[in-house]
């Protein structure tokens, strides 16, 4: 069978890394594009000089990742998980994470333990400044144990899931939380690359708890915002200038 022209080699779509897509993903990543928001398409076009049929591509892309939700006759907002979806999420996590530690511990090699360390001296020597890059290490962190159990299917489900969490924590995470991922990791390494598997589900489990005890699971979605000065805002695209015309 030959692969659609729209798949990357790896298994994901061209429109991942489209430039609408990150933003967008970026947005929520960094809880300015909220729950509940709105996803105009003419505000969307206009913020990114593109057209409308690219934004509706992109919308029905993310709407087909459950990080959209697409309501007809309405249009696009970014999707809301309710209290029981979120802590199903987490449990899934917490299924997922150990079964990763554990496929990764049962075919341990060097270079696997050499591309864990880089990944953790990586993290530890981001400056936490930039929010977008210190999430976007922490979830590489966990898709990375996930590479490392050699299950590429794995390897997918954590890429939506750690995604999903991000949208999760956006909609749901106590104002002035501190993200302890960073100090997390390290110990959740160091126990995988002594072999202790049961050492480093147990440090998985109590990194997971301590994301999900952030949480304020009776938050709520905010439904309206300035799309194209939270996009101007992150530097995702320049300020708008003046007289600029829209594209259909």
Same mark, same amino acid.
């Given at each position: 069978?030959?692969?659609?022209?729209?798949?990357?080699?790896?298994?994901?779509?061209?429109?991942?890394?489209?430039?609408?897509?990150?933003?967008?993903?970026?947005?929520?990543?960094?809880?300015?594009?909220?729950?509940?928001?709105?996803?105009?398409?003419?505000?969307?076009?206009? #913020?990114?000089?593109?057209?409308?049929?690219?934004?509706?591509?992109?919308?029905?892309?993310?709407?087909?990742?459950?990080?959209?939700?697409?309501?007809?006759?309405?249009?696009?907002?970014?999707?809301?998980?309710?209290?029981?979806?979120?802590?199903?999420?987490?449990?899934?996590?917490?299924?997922?994470?150990?079964?990763?530690?554990? *496929?990764?511990?049962?075919?341990?090699?060097?270079?696997? #333990?050499?591309?864990?360390?880089?990944?953790?001296?990586?993290?530890?020597?981001?400056?936490?400044?930039?929010?977008?890059?210190g999430l976007d290490l922490s979830a590489s962190f966990h898709v990375e144990i996930a590479?490392?159990?050699?299950?590429?299917?794995?390897?997918?489900?954590?890429?939506?899931?750690?995604?999903?969490?991000? &949208?999760?924590?956006?909609?749901?995470?106590?104002?002035?939380?501190?993200?302890?991922?960073?100090?997390?990791?390290?110990?959740?390494?160091?126990?995988?690359?002594?072999?202790?598997? *049961?050492?480093?589900?147990?440090?998985?489990?109590?990194?997971?708890?301590?994301?999900?005890?952030?949480?304020? &699971?009776?938050?709520?979605?905010?439904?309206?915002?300035?799309?194209a000065a939270i996009f101007q805002d992150l530097g995702i695209v320049p300020k708008a200038?003046?007289?600029?015309?829209?594209?259909?």
């Amino acid at each position: 069978m030959r692969k659609s022209k729209a798949m990357s080699a790896g298994g994901r779509t061209t429109l991942d890394q489209d430039p609408v897509v990150q933003g967008i993903l970026k947005a929520i990543s960094l809880k300015r594009l909220r729950p509940g928001m709105k996803l105009g398409e003419i505000e969307l076009a206009s #913020a990114f000089g593109t057209n409308r049929t690219h934004v509706r591509q992109v919308l029905s892309h993310l709407g087909s990742r459950d990080l959209v939700t697409l309501i007809p006759n309405r249009g696009a907002f970014v999707s809301q998980c309710s209290p029981e979806e979120a802590r199903a999420v987490f449990d899934t996590r917490k299924i997922l994470e150990r079964a990763a530690i554990s *496929a990764a511990l049962d075919h341990f090699t060097p270079d696997m #333990a050499r591309d864990l360390s880089r990944l953790v001296a990586l993290e530890k020597s981001h400056s936490h400044n930039d929010r977008w890059d210190g999430l976007d290490l922490s979830a590489s962190f966990h898709v990375e144990i996930a590479r490392l159990s050699g299950n590429p299917v794995l390897v997918k489900f954590m890429e939506e899931l750690t995604l999903r969490t991000s &949208l999760i924590i956006a909609q749901y995470e106590m104002p002035g939380s501190e993200d302890r991922c960073p100090e997390a990791h390290p110990g959740i390494a160091e126990r995988i690359l002594a072999r202790d598997k *049961a050492g480093a589900i147990a440090a998985m489990d109590r990194h997971l708890a301590d994301m999900q005890a952030r949480l304020k &699971l009776d938050g709520r979605g905010e439904s309206d915002a300035d799309i194209a000065a939270i996009f101007q805002d992150l530097g995702i695209v320049p300020k708008a200038r003046p007289g600029a015309r829209r594209r259909d």
